[in-house]
């Protein structure tokens, strides 16, 4: 059983910052990648930001030089400060991880509860 837990996620003015946080546990042999995706009311459920077990980051046209992602690999936990948040950063924020558990020999995604983010105009 693998479970992503996360943290951080909250009301902000617009200009203002947030750090979200994503800690993997469970039965896991090896992640190879984890990311953060968000989801505003009505729209689809899009990539903001991955990074590799190498440390190799992408992120969304929209949130380059405002957001960084971060990883620490020896607790799993991957984590996305977001700085200048502008209104249109509202969303929920889900915690996405590529990984390989004890119990099977192919990597799979697994994804967190989703925590809300809110910015104030």
């Known amino acids: 059983q693998v479970q992503l837990v996360e943290s951080g996620g909250g009301l902000v003015q617009a200009g203002g910052s947030l750090r979200l946080s994503c800690a993997a546990s469970g039965s896991i042999s090896s992640i190879k990648a984890m990311g953060w995706y968000r989801q505003a009311p009505g729209k689809q459920r899009d990539l903001v930001a991955s990074i590799t077990r190498a440390g190799i980051t992408t992120y969304v046209d929209s949130v380059k030089g405002r957001f960084t992602i971060s990883r620490d690999n020896a607790k799993n936990t991957v984590y996305l400060q977001m700085n200048s948040l502008k209104p249109e950063d509202t969303a929920v924020y889900y915690c996405?991880?590529?990984?390989?558990?004890?119990?099977?020999?192919?990597?799979?995604?697994?994804w967190g509860q989703g925590t809300q983010v809110t910015v104030s105009s």
């Open positions: 996405n991880a590529y990984l390989l558990t004890d119990r099977y020999s192919t990597y799979s995604n697994y």
